[in-house]
């Protein structure tokens, strides 16, 4: 009997140390790898981000194969509704709780700003791909986050530099009241000066709002050629609409500084044809992204956006980072990141700067006439492809203080 | 030189003056459907702004499934929704009537809930557009401003029905029994009228103007799951500041209070957001039964 309890003893004994050594030998922390997509499921933006970015991310976890360094990846998701305070909350119960590695998509400049800050106190990895402002990069940037699909920088140059040398050199600005909105601004204000035209005026208008008709009928008083609508989602979608309504379009040209594929869809190619925006990703520019995007459709009612598909690239290149780094450590990961260059359907030799700025090329397009378009969401004309380096703010005017200069 | 107020021309503010009107004559709408129910029922019927919204949905589904037209619509909807407002107070709130306020609120607040997340389900949150009839194509310079004739047409069609509503509920023989029955329910049953059926009848009517506004504003905004409850605090406040159950008081409030927001946004656009409420706050202050309303 004796003999026989000893001898369950050393199995157990054994059993428990080969577990132990399995999960140190796999280097992930507590033998699961934690995704959490915090978005807006229900709110102005959740039909940009929202369900489409869990599906974007549920797909990462698929294509990588479900598993990295033998463990398991686990998706948990989460509406922060566009509040800073529960979204910063939220993040500390992932992180202390949950056991989340990495949070993704944060739409909301302000909240993204927030868990940003919060998973770097508990060393975790951010990776924003909806939130816009380029504040992320810059005065609040830090170690542990990327910033992946797009800011408010990139938006300015592609749109104001390609409409100012069109001749839309006078602009006047509706903006929405919040950081977001006041970063847009700024960052387009600042190149439609360098690029030679002028700021002739501006409107703050609370967000969110339906009626701008108050705003629209001050920016037509103001004479400007081109009013810039540095807004977001349903916001701009009612600026676009009642822009046609006044017959302000007649004689000037709105200027969308953020506009989501999901934005045209609803406005319909009639009201928004003619319209000059940038973004960071189309689904109809070459096969890679037609597949992935076709794939994306049958999961999801509708095409991608920039967002969901940053959502997407972000994660596969955060698994494979996890894969070559041998361990979730964030240092380590973060370090494998920005070592390898980012080659997928969303970027081709995209690369992460010291400030955590995920540098790829962008697209100025132009929004299809209906008689253009052959079909549903065919709806843009590429009209260039913006250099990656010429698209975002060089270090050399960064304020992060992880440039050094 | 042109005059001007405060730095401000006085065509731009005659063109501010006129879209102010434009959202006044919606709040005034809505705020007397509200103010109505209130009256009557003494419920506060948070499921107004919810309302709003399957009007514009009904439009919107009346279009596109039915190949029905505006004008169609602009009648047929509100009697989808007064209908469904009828079941819903058939169904629950009769339940309700003996106990405190409180209660009718949450059931309304949470039955608001239910519809925003079924559509939301259904449609997303960017929305649906809503074509503007070709009747009201276009618009007309008034050398002050650009007016789309569909604007106008918001303009007259809510002032028609708003005061259609007021005369009706202050000067015929059906508008005395109502008010009779707000005052004295049992007394009214005892000479012969059937109250129960007529309080059914005017909690329709008044979900039906919330239809009403719907369809009128589906044209102009997007229409949207959410478009009720983006509005419908602001529509309360305007009840609160006119004096809750008047119904001339919600009428001419709901239209001021568009132009002073109106004004907000001329000369500080960052407050037109809270001007309402600010307003309210004063007036809770200093007159609580509201401007027009009596104290009980």
Known sequence: MAKKRLLTAIVTGL?????????????????????GVMTDMSGAYSDLCGPGSVVAAQMAIDDFGGKVLGKKIELVSVDHQNKPDIAANKAREWFDTEKVDVITDLPTSSAALAVMEVANQKNKITLISTGASTKITNDNCNATNVHWTYDTYALAVGTGKAVVANGGDTWFFITADYAFGHSLENDTAAVVKASGGKVVGDVKAPFPNTDFSSFLMQAQASGAKIIGLANAGADTINSIKQAKEFGITQNQTLAGLLIFITDINSLGLDTAQGMVLTTGFYWDRNDETRAWSKRFRERHKNMPTMGQAGVYSSLMHYFSAVEKAGTDDSAAVMAAMKSMPINDMFAKNGYIRDDGRMVHDMYLVQVKKPAESKGPWDYYKVLRTIPGDEAYMSLDSSTCKLVKK | MMIQVFGVPIQALLGQLLIGLINGSFYAILSLGLAIIFGLLNIINFTHGAQYMLGAFAAWMSLTYLGVNYWVGLILAPLIVGAFGILMERLMLRRLYHLDHLYGLLLTFGLALVLEGVFRQLYGVSGL???????????????FMFLPYYRAWVIVASLTVCFATWFVIERTKLGAYLRAATENPELLQAFGVNVPLMITLTFGYGVALAGFAGVLAAPIYQVTPVMGSNLIIVVFAVVVIGGMGSILGSIVTGIALGLIEGMTKVFYPEASGVVVFVIMALVLLLRPAGLFGREK
């Open chain 1, 15 to 35: 059993a428990l140390v080969m577990a132990v050594s399995a999960a140190s030998a796999a280097g992930l922390s507590d033998g699961v790898l934690k995704v």
């Open chain 2, 129 to 143: 557009s809503y074509t503007i009839p070709d009747i009201f194509q276009g618009g007309v310079n008034l050398g």
